[in-house]
């Protein structure tokens, strides 16, 4: 059973790592803690090699038993250093290892808008994998509103036969026709193979809505010569790029 630091002993940092995520946005934060029985209440704080003190978000988890905090980048500078200084709220708290740097590598998906407008610009044939007949689904929603707008889309479900007036393929190869953009709504588990068929199918974008991420897929993609957007809604983009001017 965990306990609480003895009046003797000063809870204590011993390790700091900072981790650039691929998609040039994030930086992952895991510390080592002694003898801590919970996570502490850190305040980090990102600088750029200029010493100017770059705001960010941060948000609080675990990963392997270890506290993790997610610093979100808002406008990320490639290849830049920033250096990550931790501070704990509490005045008694000791750190072996204050601060660490990070380089920010350039990003494997679309960040920009004028790359996110070519795309919602050219494309023209959508295929949608896991789109669902029940009008209530954000899948079917974001394909009512690409269609809607000229998108021909082309469902990729296998449970069912047709859905918003097009017949449903039960994967992407069993498409008879080209494809610009796949839009996966599907858990993380199940992108690497839906992008290897795009690959096979010559696919030009990969397209994962929001909350679906797969760095390796993601790579693997843009090795193939995809573009790849991640972690966005096609439909909210369309909105704000394209729709609103």
């Known amino acids: ?35 801590f029985p919970y996570p502490p209440e850190l305040e980090l704080t990102l600088y750029n090699e200029q010493g100017e003190e ?3 978000m941060a948000v609080m988890g675990v990963m ?10 808002r406008r990320p500078d490639p290849g830049a250093r920033y250096r990550v200084e931790a501070r704990l709220l509490g005045k008694d708290v000791l750190l072996d290892q204050q601060q660490v740097e990070v ?9 920009d808008d004028a790359t996110l407008r070519r795309i919602l610009t050219e494309a023209r044939v959508v295929a949608v994998v896991g789109l669902s007949a029940d009008p209530t689904r954000p899948s079917h929603q974001v394909a009512s509103y690409l ?4 998108y021909r889309i082309i469902p990729v479900n296998p449970t069912i036969q ?13 498409v008879p026709e ?14 690497p193979e839906i992008v290897e068929q795009a ?24 090795e193939a010569g995809l573009l790849v957007v991640m972690d966005r809604c096609m439909k909210i983009e369309h909105q704000r790029l394209i729709r609103s001017g």
């Open 1 to 35: 059973m965990e306990r609480n630091p003895g009046p003797t002993e000063s809870p204590r940092i011993h390790a700091l790592r900072a981790t650039p995520m691929p998609d040039g946005r994030r930086v992952v934060v895991e510390l080592e803690l002694s003898p």
């Open 54 to 56: 770059i705001h960010s």
């Open 64 to 73: 392997e038993l270890r506290p993790t905090y997610v610093l979100h980048l």
């Open 103 to 111: 380089v920010i590598p350039e990003p494997i998906t679309v960040q």
């Open 147 to 150: 269609q809607s707008q000229g």
């Open 162 to 174: 047709e859905v918003l007036g097009e017949p449903s393929y039960p994967d992407l190869l069993s």
């Open 178 to 191: 080209p494809v610009d953009v796949v839009d996966i709504f599907r858990p993380a588990r199940y992108v």
């Open 199 to 222: 690959i096979a199918k010559g696919a030009k974008v990969i397209w994962m809505q929001l909350g679906v991420i797969h760095f390796e897929a993601a790579q693997r993609a843009r």
